[in-house]
């Protein structure tokens, strides 16, 4: 217990934030935001379509065009944003959606977040933190069996799940190779959802070669913030978490990720927090966040929070995400298996471009349900070892399937990190429609991958007719887009992966 207070006392850095904001106060005013929220009320029909258009600039949008954006209430008006959020995301990102899977390492935690069933003081949560052996079992499942190519690691905020813990995690997840039907499976992209950290614990972690490094603010809203992070916890701390970004992006993360849990305040709220948030990292770093995250508040073991008050409706869900669509243009969105099968295939075409599949939040659940012999206890969650409970467990094989009969290809694509496509660079090529040339023949290239090494037999065959489309499209922008030259390498490494090569990007 001592080791853990003095662990607690030397986590924040006031020094490390104070020195962004200005005369004590960070960049979030609640009073304005309620003020833009109040001044653009029943705004006019062709204002709104004047800030649709604005949109496809694809800069970010200004408080006030986001703010009155929000306050539509004509659904006809309502159905133009959404057309509009779609076409903006095939504009930067044409059909891809790139797919991923949670590993939650450890439930550990210090603080007692009122809505999370991993809060410390839930007595019920059995606490579990994975062994590096554990680690490589999970790895083994998901890039092995299920063959995920990207995760993102989760863990509590807690001594015994501190950086050299995540480090020693990240690099075991790096080293697992598995032979898979025709290659080999491995993951080549590891992104991390963990608590604020130091710029030196970030440092440490860009080290190891993570992909992403993900915060949630939770709430922009300051006075809901306080009432659902009890005071003395570390999370109570406001602007700690609120320049996380700041700190990654100081240690040269470039990569950073934001979002809000939808359910704690206001909806409207929280997309202009999110806004304010995105404005400020251009304004200090010149890159706005790589992606934004809009989880909703699920069911969770003994939360002590009135999850009814600000429950975002399905309806206002769907609004949501297209604003922010509209709103930071170019940024990746992610929509998680909290939502129902339902939900996503609604909420999809509004302008998500990743999502996770096969999902477990469960720790080491992976290999007990996919490793086990008898698949008959795959969908089951287990409350008391997880943080909330998932809405859509189906199989990547399944929502692979799904996404390519609505027309989109998954992509398993990492070459744009390891290649320097990251931070500025990624910016400039997003926002010129240009990183979308590469990623377009990478997705076929890792498509490919997964068809022969994982897919179903009905999978296959509904995958190889999206290849063959995929394929038309890019000799039918020979050569305005892509040369001659590109054109024949990538049939050459289509070729080669078929034969087992495995890794060959552009
Ligand atoms: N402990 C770290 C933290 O709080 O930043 C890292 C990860 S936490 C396990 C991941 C995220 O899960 C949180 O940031 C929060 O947004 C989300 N979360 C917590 N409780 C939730 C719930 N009941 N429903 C949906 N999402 C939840
Ligand atoms: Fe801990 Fe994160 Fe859950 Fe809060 S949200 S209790 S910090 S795991």
């Not at 065009?65 to 309502?78: E, F, I």
């Amino acid at each position: 217990m001592r080791t853990e207070t003095k662990w607690i006392e030397n986590v924040i850095k006031t020094e490390e934030y104070e020195k962004y904001m200005k005369e004590g106060k960070d960049f979030i005013n609640d009073d304005e935001i309620w003020e833009k929220i109040e001044k653009n009320k029943s705004p006019d029909p062709a204002r709104i379509r004047s800030i649709i258009q604005k949109s496809f600039d694809l800069d970010l949008l200004s408080p006030d065009d986001t703010a009155a954006l929000l306050n539509v209430k004509d659904p006809q008006l309502w159905e133009e944003i959404f057309d509009a959020a779609g076409k903006i995301k095939r504009k930067v990102y044409d059909n891809r959606i790139v797919t991923f899977a949670p590993l939650y390492c450890s439930n550990f935690c210090v603080n007692n977040c009122l809505y999370c069933g991993f809060r410390k003081d839930n007595k019920d949560e059995k606490r579990l933190k994975l062994t590096l052996e554990d680690v490589r079992r999970e790895t083994e499942i998901l890039a092995g069996k299920i063959g995920h190519k990207r995760l993102i690691v989760v863990y509590g905020e807690h001594p015994v799940s501190d950086v050299r813990y995540m480090i020693d995690t990240i690099r075991t997840i790096y080293d697992v190779k598995v032979k898979t039907r025709n290659g080999i499976g491995e993951i080549r992209r590891v992104n991390v959802n963990a608590a604020p950290m130091s710029v030196e614990d970030l440092k440490a972690l860009k080290d190891v070669g993570v992909g992403t490094y993900q915060v949630f603010q939770e709430t922009y809203h300051h006075k809901t913030y306080s009432e659902v992070h009890p005071k003395g916890t570390l999370k109570a701390n406001y602007q700690w978490r609120l320049y996380s970004m700041h700190r990654a992006l100081e240690a040269g993360i470039d990569d950073v990720a934001i979002g809000a849990l939808f359910g704690l305040y206001d909806w409207r709220f929280e997309v202009m927090g999110l806004l304010y948030h995105a404005m400020e990292l251009e304004k200090q770093f010149g890159i706005g966040p790589h992606t934004v995250s809009f989880p909703r508040l699920e069911p969770a073991q003994n939360v002590m929070f009135d999850t009814q008050k600000y429950r975002v409706s399905d309806e206002n869900f769907k609004k949501l995400v297209a604003v922010i669509r509209l709103s930071i243009p170019y940024t990746g969105m992610i929509l998680t298996a909290r939502e129902n099968a339902n939900v996503r295939r609604e909420v999809l075409p509004l302008g998500v471009t990743q999502t996770d599949a096969s999902t477990r939040i469960g720790i080491g659940a992976y290999s007990e349900i996919y490793g086990a012999e008898k698949m008959s206890d795959k969908t089951e969650q287990d409350l008391a070892r997880q943080q909330f409970m998932i809405g859509d467990p189906r199989d990547l094989d399944d929502v692979i399937r799904e996404l390519a009969q609505m027309g989109y290809i998954t992509s398993f694509c990492t070459a744009g990190y390891r290649c320097g496509r990251t931070g500025t660079n990624i910016m400039t090529l997003l926002k010129s429609e240009k990183e979308g040339q590469f990623c377009k023949l990478n997705a076929i290239l890792t498509f490919r991958e997964w068809l022969d090494d994982f897919a179903s037999d009905e999978t296959k065959k509904i995958g190889e007719e999206l290849i063959k489309k995929e394929m038309a499209e890019v000799k039918a922008r020979v050569p305005k887009i892509y040369s001659e030259k590109t054109f024949k390498a990538l049939e050459n490494y289509h070729e080669r992966i078929k034969n087992g090569e495995r890794d060959l990007y552009f």
